[in-house]
C-alpha cells in the first residue's frame, strides 16, 4: 500500500490555499462545514477543520477535509473522496466512480454503494454492508469487514506499519468475510492479522494468514 503517497498528497493538497484551488460550481470552507443540499449539482467540495455533507440525489466531483467527516446520503454520486483524521460514510446506492481514501478514519459502505476504484485507509475500520468495490480494500492498522453480500474485486491488501505511520499499536488487525460476500483476488496480509471467514463466503488465495472459517451471521 503507497502508504506516504496517500498521506503526503492528501496533506499537500489541503495545505494550499483554499481560494487557489476553487473552480466553477467548486465549495471551499475553513472552520465549518461545506454542504450540497439534496439533488443539488457541484464541483470540488473540501473544507478544514469540518465536515463534508452530501444530501441525498447530489452529484458532486469530488468532496474532502481535514479534521472531519465526510458524510454522503442516499445515491449520491460522485468521483473520489478523501479525509485526513476523519471517517467517510457513504449513503444507501451511492456510487463513487473512483476512490475513497483517508489517513485516521473509517470508512462506511452502506447498502449498496458501490465503488468503481480502490478503498484505502492507514488506520480505522473499513465496513462493508451488502456493497460493492471493484478495486480492492487497503489497510495498515485498520480492521475490516467485508459484510453479508458484499462484493470486493481486487482483493485485500494489509500492510505492514513503517516509518511515522508506526503509532505504537501492535493489536493485530481483525478481518471478517461474512455471509455470501466474495473477495476475488488475494487477500494478501505483510503483518499479523485475525481472519474470520463465514463457511457461506467465497475468497481467493490468502497470503501471510490462516482463515478460521464460522457459521452464522457473524464470528
Do not use: Y
Amino acid at each position: 500500500m503507497r502508504r506516504h503517497h496517500l498521506a503526503f498528497t492528501l496533506a499537500l493538497a489541503f495545505c494550499l490555499p483554499l481560494a487557489a484551488l476553487a473552480g466553477d460550481g467548486d465549495i471551499d470552507k475553513i472552520n465549518g462545514t461545506a454542504r450540497v443540499e439534496a439533488g443539488q449539482h457541484a464541483g470540488d467540495v473540501s473544507t478544514v477543520n469540518g465536515a463534508v455533507r452530501i444530501g441525498d440525489n447530489a452529484t458532486v466531483r469530488e468532496a474532502s477535509t481535514v479534521n472531519g467527516a465526510v458524510e454522503l446520503g442516499r445515491h449520491v454520486q460522485a468521483e473520489s473522496l478523501g479525509t485526513v483524521n476523519g471517517s467517510v460514510t457513504v449513503g444507501s446506492d451511492s456510487r463513487i466512480r473512483d476512490k475513497i481514501e483517508a489517513v485516521n478514519g473509517t470508512i462506511r459502505l452502506n447498502h449498496n454503494a458501490d465503488v468503481g476504484g480502490r478503498v484505502s485507509n492507514v488506520n480505522g475500520a473499513i465496513l462493508l454492508d451488502d456493497a460493492h468495490v471493484a478495486g480492492g480494500l487497503g489497510t495498515v492498522g485498520g480492521d475490516i469487514t467485508v459484510g453479508a453480500g458484499s462484493r470486493v474485486e481486487g482483493g485485500i491488501l494489509v500492510d505492514k506499519p513503517g516509518g511515522w505511520f508506526h503509532f505504537g499499536d501492535s493489536r493485530p488487525p481483525h478481518i471478517v468475510i461474512g455471509p455470501h460476500a466474495v473477495v476475488q483476488g488475494t487477500l494478501d496480509f505483510r503483518r499479523e492479522v485475525v481472519l474470520e471467514v463465514s463457511d457461506s463466503a467465497q475468497i481467493g488465495p490468502v497470503k501471510g494468514a490462516t482463515p478460521v472459517k464460522f457459521s452464522g451471521a457473524q464470528p
